[in-house]
């Protein structure tokens, strides 16, 4: 049924969404005390960046587990937008084909 998670193409895949996530939520959460602390912030455009290189799941989880940058309309869309990109690649790599298998 799963036998295509099995390949190492979507091992690899899944790492790096996995890495790209978890450095998004880490970097939410650093802008997030740094915002309360007053300290320097990481820029928006990091932020976005990291949503599109496979980052979506952890920018956007650290959106609501840290209550950051979720009164910003544009910037949650941008960060929808970056998991839109990424469902379309993994559609066509046939990833999400394979999970719904």
Do not use: Q, Y
């Amino acid at each position: 049924m799963l036998a295509c998670l099995a390949e190492p193409s979507v091992k690899i895949l899944l790492s790096w969404l996995a890495a790209a996530g978890a450095i998004g939520f880490a970097v939410m959460g650093i802008d997030k005390a740094r915002a309360i602390n007053g300290g320097w912030r990481v820029p928006e455009m990091t932020l976005f960046t990291e949503s599109f290189l496979g980052g979506f799941w952890g920018v956007l989880l650290g959106a609501v587990v840290f209550h950051h940058k979720t009164s910003k309309p544009v910037f949650i869309v941008i960060a929808f937008l970056g998991l839109g990109v990424w469902a379309a690649v993994l559609w066509e790599l046939g990833f999400l084909r394979c999970l719904s298998s």
